[in-house]
C-alpha cells in the first residue's frame, strides 16, 4: 500500500475518494502539523511509498507552470549557528529525493513578496512550500522512498495568497492527471 499525503484537503479536490493502491492523509499546512501527522501515520501503518502532492509558488523564473517532480528539498527559514542562511543547526542542509527536475525552498510561512522570492532563490530553490522538507526527512527516518510532485500555483509575490486560492482546483486537476496517468501505465 502506498500513502497519498497533501497539506490541505483542497490540493485533492480533483482527486476520487478511493484511489487504487493508495490511503489518503492530509497533514494540515506547515512543518510541524506535517511532521506530526506523517510521522503517526508511518508509525502506525506499512506503506511501500509516500506520494506527497500539493501546491508550490514557482520562485524562479526558469521554471515553467505545471508539475514538478522534487529532486532535492532544504530550509530556507533557518540560519546555523554562523548565521548562514538556509542552514540548521542539527538537521541536514538538504535532502535528496533523486526523483525530479527541481529543487524546494521550505519555510512556515506563505511567500508574497519579492524580497523574499530574491533571498530564497539566492539559496538555490526553485519552487518554495510549507512542507516538502519535512515529508521527506520523516519518510526517510522511516525508510520509506518519498516522492514529492508540486503543481505551480503562482509566483509567490504580489497577491500570491488570492492567486493560490483561484488556481488551487486546477492544481489539483494538473495532479490528479499526472497520478491517473501512472495508474493507467
Known amino acids: 500500500m502506498k500513502l497519498l499525503v497533501a497539506a490541505l484537503a483542497s490540493e ?68 546555523d549557528d554562523n548565521g548562514v542562511a538556509g542552514h540548521h543547526v542539527s538537521m541536514p542542509q538538504s535532502l535528496t529525493l533523486g526523483d525530479g527536475d527541481v529543487v524546494i525552498a521550505t519555510g512556515d510561512s506563505f511567500v508574497d513578496d519579492a524580497d523574499t522570492v530574491r533571498a530564497i532563490h539566492a539559496l538555490g530553490g526553485h519552487l518554495v512550500d510549507m512542507e516538502a522538507y519535512v515529508y521527506t526527512w520523516v519518510a526517510q527516518q522511516f525508510g520509506v522512498p518519498i516522492r514529492i510532485w508540486k503543481a505551480v500555483s ?9 492567486t493560490w486560492e483561484v488556481t488551487v482546483a486546477a492544481c489539483s486537476r494538473d495532479l490528479w492527471a499526472r497520478l491517473q496517468a501512472e495508474l493507467d501505465a
Open 12 to 79: 485533492l479536490s480533483a482527486f476520487p475518494d478511493h484511489v487504487p493502491g493508495y490511503e489518503r492523509l492530509v497533514t494540515g499546512p506547515g512543518k510541524i502539523k506535517a511532521a506530526y501527522s506523517l510521522t503517526r501515520a508511518l508509525d502506525a501503518g506499512d506503506y511501500d511509498e509516500v506520494l506527497v502532492v500539493g501546491t508550490a509558488g514557482a520562485i524562479d523564473q526558469e521554471i515553467a507552470p505545471g508539475v514538478h517532480s522534487i529532486d532535492r528539498a532544504f530550509q530556507y527559514d533557518v540560519i
Open 154 to 162: 503562482d509566483t509567490a509575490q504580489d497577491g500570491a495568497n488570492q
